[in-house]
DNA sequence: TGCATTTACACGGGATGCGG
DNA sequence: CCGCATCCCGTGTAAATGCA
């Protein structure tokens, strides 16, 4: 797992390398002066500030340096002093540990057995059994997760004791339980061992055990320790919410990876009744395409096969239902699992398993399904035993037609055979209580095409519907329809369009449509008009979108009011954020009251005078003004003055976060943030706390409050911005500098 | 233990660069 | 200018972690 990405180096200015012109000694000016005589002292309050931190860094530098070549001249002494035909002895883990580990709970082994420890001999590998070596006692340590020892894998005792890692300050110590080990003949079993603390705070994130000697030598003899493998110990909350490998079918549907308990595709299953692995597999072998809508384009496909592949692991109950449909020409059964997969077809009293039917069958057995869940008093419950075990076994040793199984009867006619009933297990009414639910709920037109339908392929094109409409409900999260309900016409095997084109495919459909009009009747006739009702009624709401998005753009440069002589811009979103760095400084240079004030973000390219770049910070000659690290966004602030207080940063986007104080720092004059930052506890504290960049503050007097949020992000819904306005504060004598957004304009007091 | 916060990751889409 | 590949940014989400 790669780190997130930390605040870039500070880029050298694009000019740093200077033309000739500024290579050349220039006379200074007075502002230049000044400029400089703050920056110097700017300079010594950070030297000052940083001093200490960099003593305390190089001398751990040095340290570490220090200790690595002492390790080497022992390692190279002992090399020399032991010749290689010396005896030496190693300790092994023999068996993995089971993961993932949690605090507090049980180390063990794979397979749940206990963590032996073997001590073999380092020439022959050979468990040592006899002996006084063989039954000493050893002790179980915790080791750096990144501890690797030497391109031979090999270490010193010394620097395997430096790797062993310590509990945090005022915590008990790290591993609990048995750490002391006595062999016996070669082995010994660790009893009740468990780590109180989690890996995530050490600098790999992860730890190893290790096994040691107390001294790394038995009667002269070196004795190598053994580590393990690394790994991540987990808070032992995470067990509480682990994936299940593999997940039961009674598992809540969150145990499924890629799907959080409580997170927003756990909340959109749970609004379909999706609560349960079964379930979710229901709907998977039923109507993928549904599933997948429902989670949403949210779910990268990435991470859809993740969890269906996490799905499929799940051990399905032998459990078959069969399902005869009423309409059925030949009486012929569909078997399907508990999940509803087609196990295969029971026609003329055989069996037909679903890898002997032609592709159309399996496709009409599935169709059948489908029904079968819409009926669900009407499917028998039958034993996998019964009808596939004993019968596949014959089946297979059958030499007459394959894929048939002879004698088998009917279990319309012959029930008892294989314990066939009605099943008594509820209707799993994924099917039924979309379409109900939906069917209630819709207040389309196109539900008056969906209620004349008739029949079963018109009505599974009305289950389309209802899936289109499903969209745009609450639950679902998204707004009008998504561009992944275009799945379902392709599923349907109706023609799929481009988005783009989409106009003249309706244009298209509606052509063919008429032209069914005048050559068919019923059926096809109805099946053609819904299905251009659907088309236009998804392209009117395309055009809805599409038409609301062009709004926004527009909005996006509308949402500003410029008063006064400032020019000032604030926005989120990077091209506004740009224009904000662009005119931002125009606004520092005509606004003597309002010397420095915001943060601005990393737009260089577009900017006249330069002034911003990631990871940098800026000075406008009087005083603080930004810094930014990746666009002023993932990680920034500004310091005040005396640099104790972050007085504007950014989280990620300018956007998730920040705030410019006034010169007290005692009112917020500026911020914006998002969804996921608390104001409060954002406001003066920086994502990524790394850089150390003097900068002040230099309002004027008066200036008490002049803020103003882009709440819209913490109240982002549908993918609509709500915007809140929550203050506007300046004095009469500043010269303005915040705009308003949206259609709300800010009333300056 | 629940909620808040932080971190990591993936992906869509726009920007950009490059070759034809 | 176009098509294509690649990169980068903005964003949504899960998962881990901190804290009261």
Redesign the pocket.
Request: proline share 4%; hydrophobic share 20%; net charge positive.
């Given at each position: 797992?790669?780190?997130?990405?930390?605040p870039d180096e500070p880029k050298v200015g694009r000019d740093a390398a200077g033309s000739p012109e500024e290579k050349r000694q220039k006379v200074p000016a007075l502002k230049g002066v000044i400029t400089e005589v703050m920056r110097t002292q700017n300079i010594h309050k950070f030297v000052a500030a940083v001093e200490p931190l960099i003593r305390k860094v190089v001398k751990e530098e040095v340290e570490s340096a220090f200790a690595n070549y002492l390790s080497s001249m022992t390692r190279q002494s002992v090399k020399e002093i032991s010749p290689s035909t010396s005896r030496s002895l190693q300790l092994q883990f023999k068996n993995k540990l089971s993961l993932?580990i949690f605090t507090g709970a049980r180390i063990e082994g794979e397979d749940s057995s206990g963590i032996t420890i073997i001590l073999v001999d380092a020439v022959t590998g050979q468990v040592i059994t006899s002996g006084q070596e063989s039954s000493m006692k050893v002790e179980i340590v915790v080791l750096e997760g990144d501890f690797e020892g030497d391109e031979e894998d090999n270490w010193t005792f010394e620097e395997f004791s430096n790797n062993i890692v310590k509990e945090r300050e005022g915590k008990r110590s790290l591993l609990t339980g048995d750490v002391f080990v006595d062999l016996k003949q070669g082995i010994g079993v660790v009893g009740e061992l468990s780590f109180t603390d989690?890996?995530?705070?050490t600098r790999s994130?992860k730890f190893k055990l290790g096994a040691r000697t107390a001294d790394g030598y038995f009667n002269g003899v070196r004795v190598r320790e053994a580590k393990t493998e690394s790994f991540?110990?987990?808070?032992?909350?995470?067990e509480?919410?682990?994936?299940h490998h593999p997940p039961s079918l009674v598992d809540e549907v969150?145990r499924l990876?890629?799907?959080?308990?409580?997170?927003?595709?756990?909340k959109r299953l749970a609004c379909e009744n999706i609560n349960t692995v079964k379930d979710f597999l229901t709907l998977l072998s039923l109507d993928a395409t549904r599933l997948r809508n429902i989670l949403?384009?949210?779910?990268?496909?990435?991470?859809w096969?993740a969890t269906v592949e996490h799905a499929r692991t799940c051990v399905l109950t032998e459990q078959l239902h069969i399902y005869y449909h009423p309409d059925g020409e030949n009486k012929s059964g569909v078997v399907f699992n508990v999940v509803g997969e087609v196990m295969g077809l029971v026609c003329d009293q055989r069996f037909l398993p679903i890898r002997d039917l032609e592709d159309k069958e399996k496709e009409e057995a599935r169709v059948v399904v489908k029904l079968a869940y819409q009926h669900w008093s009407s499917v028998l419950a039958c034993d996998a035993r019964d009808l596939l075990g004993k019968h596949l076994h014959s089946f297979q040793s059958a030499t007459e037609s394959p894929g048939a199984i002879s004698g088998f009867s009917s279990p319309v006619v012959e029930a008892d055979c294989f314990d066939l009933s009605r099943s008594s297990m509820l209707s799993p009414d994924i099917f039924s209580i979309g379409a109900t639910r939906i069917f209630d709920a819709c207040t389309s037109p196109i539900m008056v095409s969906a209620e004349e339908s008739r029949g079963d392929m018109e009505r599974f094109h009305s289950s389309l519907v209802y899936d289109t409409i499903d969209n745009t409900s609450e639950c679902s999260?998204q707004p009008f329809l998504g561009?992944d309900s275009w799945g379902h016409f392709i599923d349907s095997g109706i023609p799929a369009f481009d988005t783009a084109d989409i106009g003249a495919a309706v244009t298209g459909f509606i052509a063919m449509s008429t032209r069914k009009t005048t050559t068919h009747s019923g059926k096809s006739y109805k099946g053609w008009r819904m299905l251009s009702s659907v088309l236009r009624w998804v392209f009117n709401i395309k055009k809805v979108v599409a038409s609301k998005r062009k709004l926004r753009g527009k909005e996006k440069f509308g949402w500003f009011s410029f008063t006064v002589n400032a020019v000032t811009r604030l926005s989120?979103?990077?091209?506004t954020?740009a224009s904000v760095a662009a005119e931002g400084s125009l606004s520092l240079s005509t606004l003597p009251s309002l010397e420095a004030t915001m943060a601005a973000?990393?737009f260089e390219?577009m900017h006249p005078l330069n002034w911003v770049s990631?990871g940098t910070s800026y000075h406008n000659g009087t005083g603080a003004v930004a810094v930014a690290s990746?666009?002023l966004?993932?990680a920034s602030y500004v310091l005040n003055k005396d640099n104790t207080n972050a007085v504007a940063f950014a989280?990620?986007?300018?956007?998730?976060a920040f705030c410019v104080l006034n010169k007290d720092d005692t009112n917020i004059i500026a911020s914006t943030f998002?969804?996921?930052?608390?104001f409060?506890?954002?406001y003066k504290?920086a994502?990524?706390p790394l850089r150390l960049l003097h900068l002040e503050i230099n309002l004027a007097e008066n200036v008490n409050q002049l803020g103003f949020e882009l709440g819209p992000?913490i109240h982002?819904t549908n993918?609509v911005y709500n915007t809140r306005i929550i203050d506007v504060d300046a004095h009469p004598s500043t010269t303005s500098v915040i705009g308003a957004f949206v259609d709300k304009r800010i009333t300056l007091r």
């Open positions: 797992m790669s780190q997130k990405r930390q993932p989690n890996s995530s705070w994130r991540m110990v987990k808070d032992h909350r995470g509480l919410y682990k994936k969150w990876e890629k799907i959080g308990k409580d997170g927003a595709f756990h949403g384009s949210g779910m990268s496909a990435k991470m096969e999260g561009d989120f979103g990077s091209d954020v973000s990393s390219a990631e990746r666009p966004c993932d989280g990620r986007p300018l956007c998730d998002s969804n996921h930052s608390s409060k506890s954002y504290v994502r990524y992000r982002r993918g």
